[in-house]
Nanobody
């Protein structure tokens, strides 16, 4: 059973940056794809980015060029660098993990989820 713990959310002004972290434990980090979803108020949860054990990535079109996902195998941690934030990025950001390899890329199903971290962007 993989446990995921997010950190790094907060309150930031438009144009600012944040780096979210997600520490994984209880599983083999090199055998799971790690990703981020987000859920804005009144909206459905949506895919943001995902990274494979070997470093292959996929981003939602809405965040390409501003978000960067990376992972550190030594720390069992995945990061989401978010630049040039705007109010539309306000959401709860969830870390997730999928047993790898997956049948599709990006994964359509994730096996583990974190509790989420709030990101609020003021205008």
């Amino acid at each position: 059973q993989v446990q995921l713990v997010e950190s790094g959310g907060g309150f930031v002004q438009t144009g600012g940056s944040l780096r979210l972290s997600c520490a994984a434990s209880g599983g083999t980090f090199s055998l799971i794809a790690m990703g981020w979803y987000r859920q804005a108020p009144g909206k459905q949860r949506e895919h943001v980015a995902v990274i494979s054990p070997s470093g292959g990535t996929h981003y939602a079109d809405s965040v390409k060029g501003r978000f960067t996902i990376s992972r550190d195998h030594a720390k069992n941690t995945v990061y989401l660098q978010i630049n040039n934030l705007n109010p539309d990025d306000t959401a709860v950001y969830y870390c997730n993990a999928a047993n790898y390899p997956t049948t599709r890329w990006p994964p359509q199903k994730y096996d583990y989820w974190g509790q989420g971290t709030q990101v609020t962007v003021s205008s």
